[in-house]
């Protein structure tokens, strides 16, 4: 069976899940407008992502000014039964970013994603 899941807005109106990204679990807000699945430094580190400065070779523009950022490919994001392998992802340099952004990179490879009554649903 393809992966369901539903996600309930926070009192912010945003939708936040835990995600797996490589085999280690993490917060993430679900970002429509963020073209790549995007990671805040220190989670990266976390997660055994190596970047060297000479990464940083993108500009995005984030809730905290300008931030360079280094492209990198997740093997595997999971977000409860749904899997996705080989999702383009960066990671902001250190201080940018405030969280862990899912963005299109893996939403866009869902059969369908759909806000329905204030519920995000999303379909592998």
């Known amino acids: 069976?393809?992966?369901y899941v539903e996600l309930a807005a926070d009192n912010y109106g945003h939708y936040r899940a835990r995600i797996d990204v490589n085999g280690r679990?993490?917060?993430?807000m679900v970002d429509t407008g963020s073209t790549l699945v995007s990671k805040r430094h220190r989670d990266a580190r976390r997660d055994g992502i190596r970047?060297?400065?000479?990464?940083?070779?993108?500009?995005?523009?984030t809730a905290n000014g300008i931030a360079r950022?280094?492209?990198?490919?997740l093997s595997r994001v999971r977000l409860g039964d749904i899997v996705v392998r080989n999702v383009r992802g960066l990671v902001s340099e250190p201080g940018k970013l405030d969280g862990t952004l899912l963005g299109m990179s893996f939403l866009g490879k869902l059969s369908r994603f759909e806000i329905r009554s204030g519920r995000l649903i999303l379909q592998e």
């Open 1 to 3: 069976a393809l992966g």
């Open 25 to 28: 679990t993490i917060d993430a």
């Open 51 to 61: 970047v060297s400065p000479s990464d940083y070779t993108g500009l995005v523009r």
């Open 69 to 73: 950022v280094a492209p990198v490919m």
